[in-house]
């Protein structure tokens, strides 16, 4: 088994007056393969752990290693195609584009780290049938229930084969029902060999993870597994 | 699982292809039509405006100079200043030379040349074939003017039968004449084939042509007209009184210069050149202000257009910040986002531009076509619009597509929907 995650003393101060130490001294590794939750309350640091872990920002002490790479070392650039090659992400919010159909949304996903324009109709396509909406590739995002618009993002997300898939708050616009569905489609991911952090405030979800990690005041303890 | 060698693991840079960005353009642009075509109707407008006024402007002016004035345009007279001339011989030596054709033919750009000079017959009547018809009458007062042969192209005249005299009949002082359609009527002359005689006084003289219309000096087609030699040698008429000349078009003022010179090198001063009065000057003078007034007009609106084309990419922006910060997320440099954007409002001032320009087309041969003009229009203004629109979006989303690459991707995903 080999580190896809390799936290080592993280922390993140965000300026001003006082200064806030979002994430303080965080030590976390991830094995491939690893079903990482991560719970806590509001304003413990959770989205700005995930932003770390994603490269869509920097720590400010400490050191992050993605894959082996040391993204503090990285430029902006250089970062931005490390994120677009090893993660994928999942939001609340499912940052769907309103006027494109499915698969060009799950395609919308592929654009930036060139792959051939006919190889990605036809991962999209995969993806799509991967989270089981091969019906709807020609559906628009408005026409979809909730479920299906996050299953949606799912693709996206897998489509571009990450090493990581990093979920903020992924049922958080769910009702129950449909929130099981697309757990169950994480267990699926998962033993496929996809490497999964969850953040999350819902016992439900963190339940069904391999490990909870809970954060407070910005700092990381394993809370006991389920 | 085999383990993985880390620091072999090569980052591959992101990129987004040329192909990708013009797909993502026209989708953009393609997403809300209806918001597409209104943000583009300012940049339609001007360039209408622009095409139009640049086309119509050409339009008017081949017409003014292919219709009302290329008569004038291209005539140039020249005359003694001494009160001799055509209408009342007199005594004065004339300083036109006999040669004046030959000289002023040399010059660049006189189309023809020919001189005039009306015959004082001492009140002799023109008669033709005596018929006895004790009710009509048979003698008329018809002007007789001599002129060399190159008068003929000069003032425009187109025979209705027969032909016209030429140097040889001059030199050879022939007795023949070309008589204009109207004295032919009187003289009840209709057919050279037969070589008819006609006589002024009691001199006679074979008709070989007979004129049908005469664009310049109309007053010859009641005339009759005789070679330079001829004259002289019947009537003694003397050096040539006026001299007509067809120029090329332009060329008018330019021979105007030239011609007193040419003709009478030692005193110039004793000839007096009329010109056309270029009364294309005045027109175009005004053609331009009216232009220029369209142009500004024009111009407004294209700035107005750009301004609608920032004002709406910069809402798109806003409005789309999920969207720009998944992108990012999914490996989108700034650049790639600033290209996107840019790459859609240079898209609609494309569309802008190829709509205006097909319009303003339209605009030209509808306007043409109500005045019954022949469209003009230079090619370029049409293709140049096209590019020019294009680069009014790009201007226009410059700072829109600033804003939009400048956003952070953590701030962005947090926003939008």
Redesign the interface.
């Known amino acids: 088994m080999s580190a896809v995650v390799e936290l080592a003393g993280v922390g993140r101060t965000f300026a001003g007056s006082p200064p806030v130490e979002a994430v303080r001294d965080a030590d976390l590794v991830v094995e491939e393969g690893g079903y990482v939750a991560i719970v806590g309350p509001s304003g413990s640091g959770k989205s700005t752990l995930l932003h770390i872990l994603g490269c869509l920002d920097t720590p400010t002490s400490g050191s992050y290693r993605l894959r082996g790479i040391d993204v503090g070392g990285l430029s902006d650039g250089d970062r931005t195609s490390l994120r677009g090659a090893e993660v994928g992400f999942v939001f609340q919010a499912f940052h769907l584009l309103p006027y494109r159909s499915v698969i060009e949304n799950v395609m919308t996903g592929l654009v930036y780290n060139r792959t051939p324009r006919r190889v990605r109709r036809e991962r999209s396509r995969q993806a799509l049938e991967r989270v089981g909406l091969s019906h709807r590739l020609d559906f628009t995002p408005r026409q979809l229930s909730g479920g299906e618009r996050q299953r949606v993002a799912v693709a996206r997300a897998i489509a571009a084969q990450p090493s990581l898939l990093l979920c903020d708050e992924p049922t958080g616009n769910l009702d129950t029902r449909t929130t099981s569905a697309i757990l169950d489609l994480f267990d699926e991911l998962r033993t496929d060999g996809l490497t999964l952090m969850v953040i999350t405030h819902e016992e439900r979800v963190s339940q069904r993870a391999e490990r909870r990690i809970e954060m407070i005041d910005g700092f990381l303890g394993e809370a006991e597994s389920s | 699982?085999s383990?993985?060698?880390?620091?072999e693991?090569r980052?591959?840079?992101?990129?987004?292809a040329l192909?990708?960005l013009v797909a993502?353009a026209f989708?953009g642009m393609l997403?809300?039509p209806g918001r597409t075509m209104l943000t583009i109707l300012g940049t339609v407008l001007g360039v209408v405006a622009v095409v139009a006024t640049l086309g119509i402007a050409k339009t008017s002016g081949n017409q003014i100079v292919s219709r009302t004035d290329e008569l004038s345009a291209t005539s140039v007279s020249v005359s003694n200043r001494s009160e001799g001339g055509f209408r009342s011989p007199s005594n004065n030596v004339s300083s036109i030379p006999w040669d004046a054709e030959d000289r002023l033919t040399r010059l660049n750009g006189v189309v023809a040349a020919g001189t005039m000079t009306r015959v004082d017959t001492s009140g002799s009547l023109v008669s033709s074939v005596p018929i006895n018809d004790p009710l009509g009458q048979s003698e008329f007062a018809i002007d007789v003017v001599a002129t060399s042969p190159g008068l003929f192209e000069a003032v425009l005249s187109e025979l209705s039968t027969g032909r016209y005299f030429d140097e040889g009949h001059s030199i050879r002082n022939e007795p023949v004449a070309v008589i204009g359609s109207g004295a032919a009527t009187r003289l009840n002359v209709t057919r050279v084939d037969q070589q008819p005689a006609i006589f002024v006084g009691d001199t006679t003289l074979v008709v070989i042509g007979i004129l049908d219309d005469v664009a310049r000096e109309p007053s010859l087609i009641n005339s009759v007209i005789i070679p330079n030699g001829t004259a002289n040698a019947l009537f003694g008429t003397g050096a040539p009184a006026e001299v007509h000349i067809l120029t090329e078009l332009g060329a008018a003022q330019l021979i105007g210069d030239q011609a007193a010179v040419a003709l009478s090198p030692n005193e110039p001063e004793t000839l007096r050149v009329s010109v056309p009065p270029e009364p294309r000057i005045l027109k175009s003078g005004l053609q331009d202000d009216v232009n220029s007034q369209f142009l500004i007009l024009g111009g407004i609106s294209l700035l107005v257009g750009a301004i609608g084309i920032a004002n709406v990419t910069l809402v798109s922006v806003l409005e789309r910040v999920?969207?720009i910060?998944?992108?990012?997320?999914?490996?989108?440099?700034?650049r790639?986002i600033a290209a996107q954007f840019l790459a859609e409002s240079a898209a609609m001032g494309l569309v802008g531009g190829i709509i205006g320009a097909s319009l303003g087309v339209l605009v030209i041969v509808a306007v043409s076509a109500q005045r019954q003009w022949t469209p003009v229009l230079d090619l370029y203004v049409p293709l140049l619009a096209v590019p020019g629109g294009a680069v009014i979006g790009l201007i226009a989303g410059l700072y829109p597509s600033w804003r939009a690459s400048s956003l952070e991707?953590?701030d962005a995903?947090r926003g939008?929907?």
């Open positions: 699982m383990a993985v060698q880390p620091l693991h980052i591959v840079k992101s990129r987004f192909s990708d993502e989708s997403a809300r999920g969207e910060g998944l992108r990012r997320a999914t490996g989108a440099r700034r790639h991707p953590v995903l939008g929907t």
